[in-house]
C-alpha cells in the first residue's frame, strides 16, 4: 500500500481506517465472524437485520448463484434477543466500527429495538426498510413510499440519539424523493442500495423455481451500475454522507462508488468471488489507483462525477 494515500474516512463522527464496511447479511451473524471480517481488512462490519423476535427465515435454498450475481431469499431469519447479546459481544471485542441493521414489522418495532439499541451503543445503526423477500407477511417494504419511509425514521429519532442510517431498496421508481423524505425526517445518512428485484431462477431438469420463496433479492456485480447510478442521484439531492453498497468487487469499483458521491462502501457479495482476502484486495487496488492518479485522501474522491 502506498505511503503517500490515506485511505481513513469518518462517517458521522465514526473514524474509518479505510472505506470498506462488510454489508448485512455477509459474516455478520456473531461476533467472531464479524470479528474475522475486521482482522482481514474491513474498516466497519456491519451485522445482520436484528429484529425483534426470533424468525426461522425462510426455508432452504435459500441462496443461488446467477450470471454475475446471487439471488436470496433468506427472510429475515433473526435470534431475536441473541442478536441483541451477540451485537454486545461484537462491541466488546471489535476494535472498528460495528453497525447494527435492524428491521421492523411495524414502525413501533424500529422505535423498540431503537431504544434497545441506544441502551447497547453500536457505532452507527442502520434501519432496513427495503427487505425484498417478506412482502407476503410484512406488505410493501416501507422503503417504498415516501410518508412511510419518513414516519419509520422519525420514529427511530425519537428513541435513539445514535447516528441513523437508513438502507433504501432500488425498486422504485424515484429513489430521490425517499431519500430526500428519509433525510428530512431526520437519518443521519443514507446505505444504498439494498438487492434489487426479486429476482428469479428455475431449474429446466425440474422445471422449478430454485429458491424455496420463488424469487429473492439480486446482488453482485449484476447490480453494480444501478446502485452507481442511485448513489449518483441521491448525492444530488441530500447532504447526508451515503454508504455505497451494491456488487463492489475490485479498487476502481469503490473508488467509481465514491465517485458517485459514497463516503464509504459497502461489501458483501463479493467474498464469494474473491473469497476472505477480498477486503485487502479492494483496499490495496483502491490505494494503487489513488496514488497513480494523485487522490492522497479517501474524501478527494467523494463525489467528483458531479458537475
Ligand atoms: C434479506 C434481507 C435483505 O435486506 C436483502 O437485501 C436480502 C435478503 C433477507 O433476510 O431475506
Known sequence: MSAKVDLSCEVCGVELANPTILASGFLGVTASTLKRA???????????????????????????????????????STQGQEAFDELKVALKEIDAPVIA?????????????????????????????????????????????????????????????????????????????????????????ITAINSVGPGMKINVESAKPILSNNSGGLSGPAIKPIAIRCVYDIFDVVDVPIIGTGGITTGLDAAEMLMAGATAVGVGTVLMYRGLDSFKLITEELSSFMDENGYSKVKDLVGIAHG
Open 101 to 189: 441493521s435492524f428491521y421492523g414489522k411495524t414502525t413501533e418495532d424500529y422505535g423498540e429495538i431503537a431504544r434497545r439499541l441506544e441502551e447497547i451503543k453500536p457505532s452507527l445503526i442502520e434501519a432496513n426498510i427495503s427487505c425484498p423477500n417478506v412482502k407476503d407477511e410484512f406488505g410493501l417494504p416501507f422503503g417504498a413510499k415516501a410518508d412511510a419511509a419518513s414516519q419509520v425514521v422519525k420514529e427511530i429519532k425519537g428513541n435513539s440519539k445514535i447516528p441513523l442510517f437508513v438502507k433504501l431498496t432500488p425498486n422504485v421508481p424515484d429513489i430521490k424523493s425517499i431519500a430526500k423524505a428519509v433525510a428530512e425526517a431526520g437519518a443521519d445518512g
Open 38 to 76: 475486521v482482522e482481514l481488512g474491513a474498516g466497519a462490519v456491519t451485522i445482520k437485520s436484528i429484529g425483534l423476535e426470533r424468525r426461522e427465515g425462510h426455508k432452504e435454498p435459500v441462496v443461488c448463484e446467477v450470471q454475475s450475481g446471487l439471488l436470496n431469499c433468506v427472510g429475515l
